[in-house]
């Protein structure tokens, strides 16, 4: 439970919810155990009514029937009452939760989201937390419920006979342990069912998703024979599932039969002896009845407390994750864009990899910085720095002469126009997308429009049947690589930055097209400092300093006249691209 406390300060929060959701439930019982006493003075007046040959009792009978509806329905007016008290007090618990786990996900760096798998944070902020609110609503519900109404009716049986009282108990205490083992068997029967059908649906994915590699290697037969295996396995899982959740209810039946033949045969004997009234007997029947679900609710609550307490500890390793960026200036002021590295290293957190190794260089405003080399050279490393996705492990980069960790965080990402290597487009309409960049809620579909025309998407844009309103599928997955690509050149200009971007996200485009977006961007960037990483010599040429990478350091850096003077790497580079 030590794992749970962390809810304790929901119910504080709705705490009015959680006391008027126990005061109902306290009434509900109640009403709901008092119809045993009216069962009782029923049948004791059958009973008078047979012996005494009375035939004029109708209204009598209709008297205790009225009364039964009518302490049926307030229980059930309190029942009701509760569940939208305690209920949707889980429920806010449930949205308080998750918006929390979200927003907590929004601060942490680049590093977290590398070290954990994107189905892992989605299953804490979607399982997890649904497990929390069984706890938070059914879980306390029912026991609150199982409390009051063992207590509630204990008091009415002992009113009537201790011994009868005792003798009815015994098999309750052993239904809840039953139904415990049983929960028990099925939450962990449940969990290889969940993951043999993640594993199905998996599969399922991937078949689907690769459809035209299959089909481009006649592999069907393959993936038929593997799906119908991995079907297979969830089929028996989910059967031996079913057979374990089939002894639940015979075992209930088994124990409620078992008070139910103790109450008859030992209230009997007392009925004879002349020491309870024959309407105790069934009073006592009416009550098991009223303690079963109680009881056997008990293994249940049990078993969403575990899962509960499970699942919460889950969370809290997320919520105990401490960002390593952190933003200490709130203060608003212009950002002119000029960049320093000195003496910079850099090793990647999660793996120890060293990405870069003792950089120093200086891009004064208004600049553009090429920077180019073999895969794996450190080129995005340097981007990742600058955008501070990650902070250097030794050295340290200025912008406009003061250290990027004194900087206002939110106010520098403002101020910087990204274009990343892997573009990410959302499922939504291009004008949205292009909108995303732009801080401006009022932004109209001119600028939207002119900054599709500067990344040189506009006229493709034009042809499709919605226009800027067609929504581009799951990742952009309509769009050519080229048109995803100019697309997110479009946003990231559209909020005009003072720093501009580019992670060689012109390499699906031709070289024509290459050529009038670069040109737009000579327009854009006056006094602008841009940053341009490509495999490219054409999207190098005109920058003002060059950086030619390998294994994390510098071994080329100049002008792309002066590169070219060395007959170096550049050189090279730019011989094979020439020809």
Not at 47 to 76: C, H, M, P, R
Request: hydrophobic share 40%; aromatic share 10%.
């Amino acid at each position: 439970m030590k794992h749970l406390k962390v809810i304790n300060a929901y119910f504080l929060k709705y705490k009015w919810h959680f006391l008027c959701g126990l005061l109902f439930v306290s009434l509900s019982t109640i009403f709901s155990t008092y119809q045993g006493v009216i069962v009782r003075n029923g049948t004791n007046k059958i009973i008078e009514v047979f012996k005494n040959n009375q035939t004029d009792q109708t209204g009598v009978f209709l008297g205790y029937g009225f009364t039964i509806i009518v302490l049926a329905l307030t229980s059930g007016l309190f029942l009701f009452l509760m569940r939208q008290t305690i209920i949707v007090m889980s429920r806010h618990i449930e949205y308080d939760q998750k918006n929390e786990i979200y927003n907590h996900y929004q601060i942490l760096d680049a590093s977290f989201f590398k070290q954990n798998t994107t189905g892992d944070l989605m299953n804490r902020i979607s399982e997890d937390v649904g497990k929390v609110r069984m706890y938070s609503g059914p879980a306390i519900m029912y026991l609150a419920n199982t409390i009051v109404t063992t207590i509630t009716v204990l008091i009415f049986m002992l009113s009537v006979n201790v011994k009868l009282t005792l003798i009815v108990f015994l098999p309750l205490p052993l239904l809840s342990y039953l139904i415990y083992r049983v929960s028990d068997m099925i939450n962990k029967q449940s969990g290889k069912v969940q993951k043999e059908l993640g594993n199905l649906t998996t599969q399922a994915q991937e078949t689907f998703s690769a459809i035209r590699v299959i089909k481009a290697y006649a592999r069907e037969t393959f993936f038929v024979e593997k799906m119908q295996e991995k079907n297979e396995l969830y089929k028996k899982t989910a059967l031996k599932l079913t057979t374990i959740e089939s002894y639940f209810g015979p075992a209930m039946v088994l124990m409620v039969g078992l008070s139910v033949l103790l109450t008859v045969w030992y209230g009997g004997k007392l009925t004879i002896q002349g020491k309870i009234e024959p309407g105790n007997i069934t009073e006592f029947i009416l009550y098991v009845y009223k303690l079963t679900w109680p009881f056997a609710s008990l293994g249940w609550v049990t078993s969403l407390i575990q899962r509960a307490a499970a699942s919460q500890e889950r969370i809290n390793e997320f919520l105990d994750t401490k960002p390593s960026i952190t933003n200490s200036n709130s203060n608003t002021y212009l950002i002119n864009g000029e960049i320093e590295f000195r003496n910079v290293d850099f090793i990647y957190p999660e793996n120890n990899i060293q990405a870069i190794k003792n950089i120093s260089f200086k891009l004064k405003q208004g600049q553009v910085l090429g920077i180019t080399g073999k895969v794996g050279s450190g080129k995005s490393s340097i981007l990742n720095l600058i955008t501070r996705q990650y902070d250097v492990t030794k050295g340290e980069i200025l912008i406009d002469g003061k250290n990027i960790k004194q900087h206002n965080l939110h106010l520098l990402r403002k101020n910087m126009g990204v274009v990343p290597q892997e573009v990410f487009l959302f499922s939504d309409t291009i004008s949205n997308n292009i909108l995303f960049g732009s801080s401006d809620k009022n932004t109209g579909k001119t600028k939207i429009e002119d900054a599709a025309k500067q990344a040189q998407v506009h006229d493709n844009i034009m042809t499709f049947p919605a226009n800027y309103d067609t929504i581009v599928g799951e990742r952009g997955v309509t769009l050519s690589g080229g048109q995803k690509q100019r697309i997110s050149i479009a946003r990231a200009l559209i909020n005009k930055p003072q720093l501009l971007i580019f992670d060689d996200c012109l390499s699906a485009v031709d070289t024509e097209t290459e050529e009038l977006i670069l040109n737009n961007l000579n327009k854009e960037m006056k006094n602008k400092t841009a940053i341009i990483v490509s495999h490219r010599i054409s999207s190098l040429k005109n920058a003002d300093l060059i950086l030619y990478m390998k294994d994390g350091e510098i071994v080329e850096m100049g002008t792309h006249e002066e590169l070219l003077a060395l007959r170096k790497s550049y050189f090279q580079l730019y011989q094979m691209q020439s020809n």
